[in-house]
């Protein structure tokens, strides 16, 4: 739509689903309309924070956000590519090679690389860009369940062992993600939510359990000489605000003005200043989280300043 050609390198079949929380801004849902991206979802309309004894909404000002099963997501922009005409080689990107001019993978020569393979990005190790491993061990596990959504917003269950995340996606399902650093199945990671164990009580398990992580990926630079990193690709702080793929569209649209201005060194510093504010709310979050004595009353902080809650949410979305 920029004027490019492009063509995409992808191995896997069509659809792809992944370890989400499927949640979508109304910032992302916007911008997947105006590249001509059809969805179908269902809306929410805000998020909720609970705890055992605690419980505050924060309510969108701009639009609702859409829940997405990710199957249903990239079947969407599988179809808004076959629109477009653009080109799906069912194969591995390999080897990489460039020069001053141009870049080769995959048996193809192009101007510019955009590796947007996800978390563990084989394109960001192979150009050693991956930054030191911190140690930190988040992971996130997702199922669905056949069940109507009993609310119109996010909710976000907290509990020491760390987060459940509960976003419908359908009239008659839900999909939910637990975040934590403790090893253990699903269904053990949810008797740590006893209030969420009984919402779900009586449902009926709707899809398989998939897992994703580690979650914190330091990377060095966002460039490497004619590839560009987009995504999960170019660095991952934690799923705790979801915004992943809002920060994916922004950071993707940088790079398309950066290629076609033929400047990538330019990419960098417009990587980090449509990510930072995200990037910064998501870090002290999660710092909070991970002291002892702040963690317990992060829920009832948010309680207590709901205006605050409220203005953060906001901005996040």
């Not at 870049?103 to 955009?114: E, N, Q």
Request: with cysteine; hydrophobic share 45%; aromatic share 6%.
């Amino acid at each position: 739509m920029a004027g490019l050609s492009v063509a995409v390198v992808e191995p896997r079949s069509a659809p792809i689903d992944k370890a989400c929380g499927e949640g979508i801004a109304h910032s992302a849902v916007s911008y997947l309309s105006r590249l001509g991206v059809e969805l179908t979802g269902r809306e929410f309309h805000g998020i909720r924070y609970l705890d055992e004894s605690h419980s505050v909404d924060a309510r969108f000002t701009a639009g609702p956000g859409l829940g997405v099963r990710r199957t249903t997501l990239h079947a969407a922009l599988m179809s808004r590519l076959a629109a477009l005409d653009i080109p799906v080689l069912h194969t591995r990107v390999g080897p990489i090679t460039q020069n001053t001019t141009s870049v080769t993978a995959a048996g193809i020569t192009a101007r510019y690389l955009a590796a947007a393979d996800g978390l563990h990005s084989p394109i960001r190790r192979q150009l050693d860009l991956c930054g030191e491993n911190s140690g930190e061990v988040r992971r996130g596990l997702r199922q669905h369940f056949a069940v109507s959504p009993w609310t119109d917003l996010v909710e976000v269950y907290w509990s020491k062992l760390g987060e459940a995340y509960v976003t419908p996606v359908a009239d008659d399902m839900v999909g939910v993600a637990v975040l934590t650093s403790a090893r253990g199945t699903f269904d053990s990671h949810l008797d740590a939510f006893p209030l969420l164990k009984r919402r779900l009580r009586g449902a009926v398990a709707a899809s398989a359990v998939m897992g994703a992580g580690p979650l914190r990926q330091r990377v060095r630079a966002r460039t490497s000489g004619r590839v560009l990193l987009v995504g999960d690709a170019a660095g991952y702080v934690d799923a705790l605000t979801g915004e992943g793929i809002a920060v994916a569209l922004r950071t993707s649209a940088e790079l398309v003005d950066c290629v076609r201005a033929d400047r990538p060194q330019d990419y960098e510093a417009a990587w980090r200043r449509v990510s930072w504010e995200c990037r910064l709310l998501t870090a002290s979050l999660l710092w909070a989280r991970n002291r002892p004595l702040l963690a317990p009353r992060i829920v009832p902080a948010a309680a207590a300043l709901p205006g605050v809650y409220r203005t953060i949410v906001n901005r996040l979305s």
